[in-house]
């Protein structure tokens, strides 16, 4: 039985002061073996989220099936008002964490990051740079990747395969990518050539690297507006990135792309010394300022198949790709082994 009237009934809700989402799905199911050092690491990359993001961030945390003492935090968290939403569930995927997190807002900008990342200081001011100077860009990520190149990145070619700002440029801190290729167990993941050099769009101050990777990466919120699907039915890995993550921002007509220089770290499972250092290094951002969002038009279905699938098809043959990259200002000495 009801009686009465629900006085939230038609209300509506309040308008956010919030402008840029941080999610971040949580799954360390217990604290031995590979995750003994887990729940560290993911304090780490909390309190950089906390030490490096503007006061309008709005932080929301997915536990994916994670055991009782990482449950525990982030409900102290979130009772300290340092996160303001955590969601609970048991083991559903990471996909499936990460769209949950997702759903229900309608934040400009969404950043989706793996629980073992160390985000540095100003990585939403270069984030944010790299949006309004390019307003084609649908996803910056704050790690640039040599090897991002070939990754759903045919649009890029085929809009700039004329222009000048599309070039080989030095790679600004070879440090990182080689930081990079440790955390994912290859002291190897880079080769010579591409610790040197890097695809690079620049215009006027402003310089982005071709490709983004998605251990950490901030989307427009138009991006899952758009998908096709909101189920994976992977747990982790599969197809479950690129149809998700991946594909929808070239759909819509955007370009991946990451930042020129390194503004995060993949910390992996095992706590080093050089974290703990880097985290007391960390400034705050005292700027809110979102950028200016080039407005959303959903790419015709025509130009998408010419794009990412015929021109694809051509462009990113190593092949070809290789004699294009040179053209493009890759020396001549790397073109045979720039590519792996």
């Known amino acids: 039985m009801r009686i009465g009237h629900n006085p939230n009934k038609d209300k509506p809700l309040t308008a956010t002061t919030y402008t840029h989402q941080v999610v971040i799905p949580v799954y360390i199911p217990n604290q031995e073996d590979y995750f003994k050092d887990s729940f560290q690491i993911l304090q780490y990359c909390m309190e950089s989220l906390f030490k ?9 945390v997915v536990n994916n099936g ?43 900008l969404v950043t989706i990051a793996d629980s073992d990342v160390l985000f540095l200081s100003h ?19 704050p790690t640039p990747s040599s090897r991002s190149l070939r990754t759903f990145t045919a649009n890029i070619y085929w809009d700039l395969f004329f222009s000048k700002k599309l070039k080989f440029s030095k790679v600004r801190n070879h440090d990182a990518l080689k930081a990079f290729a440790l955390s994912v167990g ?11 050099t890097h695809m690079t769009i620049a215009d006027k101050e402003v310089s982005a690297v071709v490709g983004a990777g998605h251990f950490a990466a901030t989307y427009r919120r138009e991006v899952f507006q758009s998908l096709d699907k909101l189920q994976s039915s992977y747990v982790l890995g599969g197809d479950s990135e690129s149809q998700l993550l991946d594909i929808p921002v070239v759909k819509c007509g955007y370009w991946r792309l990451s930042t020129a220089d390194n503004f995060a770290y993949h910390m992996g499972n095992i706590k080093e010394a050089w974290m703990e250092k880097q985290i007391h290094r960390l400034e705050a951002q ?24 015929l021109f694809a098809k051509l462009i990113l043959n190593k092949r070809v790709l290789k004699h294009f990259l040179v053209w493009k200002g890759l020396p001549k000495l790397y073109k045979n082994h720039y590519l792996k």
């Not at 490096?52 to 929301?60: G, N, V």
């Not at 700027?287 to 990412?308: C, D, G, R, S």
């Open 123 to 141: 990585w939403q001011r270069a984030t944010y740079a790299i949006f309004e100077t390019f307003p084609k860009a649908g996803v910056v990520c």
């Open 66 to 108: 994670s055991c009782t003492e990482v449950r525990d935090y982030l409900d102290q968290l979130l009772a300290q008002h340092k996160i303001h939403e955590v969601l609970h569930t048991h083991n559903i995927g990471k996909l499936n964490a990460i769209l949950k997190g997702v759903v229900g807002h309608h934040f400009p």
């Open 186 to 196: 290859d002291k190897n993941f880079y080769n010579e050539a591409q610790l040197l």
């Open 52 to 60: 490096t993001c503007h006061t309008q961030t709005f932080f929301t």
């Open 286 to 309: 005292n700027t809110p300022k979102i950028p200016v969002l080039y407005p959303f038009k959903v790419q015709a279905k025509i130009a998408n198949w010419i794009k990412n699938k």
